[in-house]
């Protein structure tokens, strides 16, 4: 059994930047591929990031890509998100996952394990 607590989160101005970590707790970090997704009200979830377990894969979507990062440190079993050139549209609750299968899962595999959720709110 693996339990995940994000931190990070806040609220910041357009522009801005914010990181957000993913805390595992348990066996097996490295064995799992780390997932980011977020969610805004009224809105679905959507799958932002993802690392392979050794970091030799990685996925952006569209939205994100150029300005978030992903990266993990599997000695600390941690990922992170990186998140710069926030904009208003990025404000959501955001989530880390872990799912067995690898970064292409992740699309469309429902995770194994999921994090509580930080809020990320981005003000104009």
């Known amino acids: 059994q693996v339990q995940l607590v994000e931190s990070g989160g806040g609220w910041v101005q357009t522009g801005g930047s914010l990181r957000l970590s993913c805390a595992a707790s348990?066996?097996?970090?490295?064995?799992?591929?780390v997932g980011w997704f977020r969610q805004a009200p009224g809105r679905e979830r959507e799958l932002v990031a993802g690392?392979?377990?050794?970091?030799?894969?990685?996925f952006y979507s569209d939205s994100v890509k150029g300005r978030f990062t992903i990266s993990r440190d599997n000695a600390k079993s941690t990922g992170y998100l990186h998140m710069n050139s926030l904009k208003p549209e990025d404000t959501a609750v955001y989530y880390c996952?872990?799912?067995?299968?690898?970064?292409?899962?992740?699309?469309?595999?429902?995770?194994?394990?999921w994090g509580l959720g930080t809020q990320v709110t981005v003000s104009s």
């Open positions: 348990g066996r097996g970090f490295m064995s799992y591929a």
């Open positions: 996952a872990l799912e067995l299968n690898g970064v292409a899962a992740l699309e469309h595999d429902e995770p194994e394990y």
């Open positions: 690392i392979s377990w050794n970091s030799g894969k990685i």
